[in-house]
Structure formats: structure tokens, C-alpha cells
């Protein structure tokens, strides 16, 4: 198969300054596209009540900026918020001017709160389902025409685990995995017959900075340590790890290729064999 099988294509990869979003961006660039990333930076976020979400700052969009480029392929970084319609737009925009295309898309960026349904602060759980949810429906609106335009597309999104469960404390959060899940499944219908596929990925938690804040969050709850917070966590999962950003990010190049072209519609689910 052809290494540089994305050249002369361009992407967008929301959330791509840090963790599995970095990951992804950079996957894609190694195969030759041309890449944007945006990130709501630590700047610019006003968070809302119990988040817990890691945001990058302005040095590291740009400094993964820089790494994209030494590939060898063009990129952009952008400070931005995927559920702001003006960003969302511009993001858009930005890419085709710039790259002159746009052709695949993912739907990378997320935040979580953590708290019970009962008092629970409802400018957050709103925020969570404007991030999660109304965020990829916004950047997929914007991007389809030019898809459409080319013939050719691929739109992958971020699901979790929580797509499929629910979890104590985390209802914002699975509601709007949940959403995002019906919402691809729905557009994949729409966007088949223009060699379009839309697919979710529905990982359990990744080594990533959001991921370790959540693990410290439980510990926090539980009166544990960090390291015997992981322990417990790690028992639920057979092989007894947490994921690599790495290999979410393989598997959303893998679904870029023409060898994936019919695999529209669907949600993979990596666990490391978890029945979740």
C-alpha cells in the first residue's frame, strides 16, 4: 500500500493541538495531507462548572503546528471552538483557502464535566452536549459541500465507550457520545452515494492528558493514589493497559483509504476486549 496515499489531499482534525487529536494530525500528515488543526486554547476557554478537560495553549497549537510541518506537508493551527458557529465556519473556510480542498474530516474535539444529574449546573451539561455533539454537526455541515464538490470524503468521529453505556456521574458527557453515534449513522445514509463515508471510533480511555486528569479526578473521589486508582481501572480492561493515542489514530488513516470505502455507518469499538 502506498505510504503516501493522502497527497494532494487536505484535513481537518478538531482538538488536534494535544493528545489523540495531536495523534491523529499527525498520522494523517505522514500519508501526505495537508492538514488543519484547531483547538480552543487555555487562553480563550471559560470553563464551566466540574470540567474536566485538558485544553493546550497557544505555544502548543502552534509548536504541533511545526511538527505537522516537518513532514513535509502544509498546516495550519488554529485557536478555536468547534461549538462556535463563527469558528466552525472559519475553520472551514481557512482550510479550502488555503490547501484549495478539503476532503477528510474528524471530529476529534470533546470536553466532560463530572457530576450527578441532581443540582447539576446546567450551563455545563449544556456545554458538554454544545462541544460533543452540536460542534461535529456544525464542522460536518460546513465541510460537506466541498466534499460533495470533489467526489470524495471521509468523516470520522470521536466516540467513546460511553456511546453504547452509561456512567454515574458522566450523563452530559454519554448523552452526547450517544448523540454523536446516531448522528454518523444518520449522515452516512445521506452522504453513501456521493463516495462519502461517515464512521465513529468508540474507544475506552486513552493515555492522554484529559484521560490522566480523569484518572486523578476518580482517585481524588475515591481516596486513592493516582497509581492505585489505575490499578482498579485497569482491571476491567483484559489486556490490562490503557490505550495509545497511536492506535486510534492508525485506525482513523485505515478508514481514509480506499480500501475502507465500505465501511460507511459504522462504530468501532476499541477496548482491548472490554464488553463494553
Not at 21 to 39: E, K, P, Q, T
Not at 88 to 100: E, Q, S
Not at 244 to 251: G, K, M, Q, S, V
Amino acid at each position: 500500500m502506498d505510504d503516501q496515499f493522502l497527497k494532494g489531499r487536505a484535513a481537518v482534525v478538531t482538538g488536534g493541538a494535544s493528545g489523540l487529536g495531536r495523534a491523529i494530525a499527525l498520522r494523517l500528515a505522514v500519508r501526505g495531507a495537508d492538514v488543519c488543526i484547531m483547538s480552543l486554547s487555555s487562553r480563550r476557554v471559560k470553563r464551566v462548572a466540574c470540567e474536566v478537560k485538558y485544553f493546550a495553549d497557544v505555544d502548543e497549537i502552534d509548536a504541533t503546528r511545526r511538527e505537522i510541518r516537518e513532514t513535509g506537508v502544509k498546516c495550519i493551527g488554529l485557536d478555536g471552538d468547534v461549538s462556535s458557529t463563527t469558528d466552525a465556519a472559519d475553520m472551514i473556510g481557512r482550510t479550502v483557502r488555503a490547501f484549495g480542498r478539503l476532503d477528510v474530516l474528524v471530529n476529534n474535539a470533546a470536553t466532560n464535566v463530572i457530576h450527578p444529574v441532581l443540582d447539576h449546573d446546567n450551563q455545563a451539561w449544556r456545554r458538554v452536549v454544545d462541544v460533543n455533539l452540536f460542534g461535529p454537526y456544525l464542522c460536518t455541515r460546513y465541510a460537506l459541500p466541498h466534499m460533495i464538490e470533489n467526489g470524495w470524503g471521509r468523516i470520522v468521529s470521536i466516540g467513546s465507550t460511553n456511546s453504547h453505556i452509561g456512567t454515574s456521574n458522566y450523563s452530559a458527557y454519554a448523552a452526547s457520545k450517544h448523540g454523536l453515534l446516531g448522528f454518523s449513522r444518520s449522515l452516512a445514509l445521506e452522504v453513501a452515494r456521493h463516495n462519502i463515508t461517515a464512521n465513529t471510533i468508540s474507544p475506552a480511555s486513552i493515555e492522554t492528558p484529559s484521560g490522566m486528569m480523569h484518572l486523578h479526578r476518580w482517585a481524588e473521589d475515591l481516596g486513592l493514589s493516582p497509581e492505585a486508582m489505575r490499578g482498579e481501572v485497569m482491571k476491567s480492561y483484559p489486556q490490562g493497559r490503557f490505550l495509545r493515542p497511536e492506535e486510534i489514530a492508525d485506525l482513523v488513516v485505515y478508514l481514509c483509504r480506499e480500501e475502507a470505502r465500505g465501511i460507511n455507518g459504522e462504530d468501532i469499538r476499541v477496548t482491548t476486549g472490554a464488553m463494553y
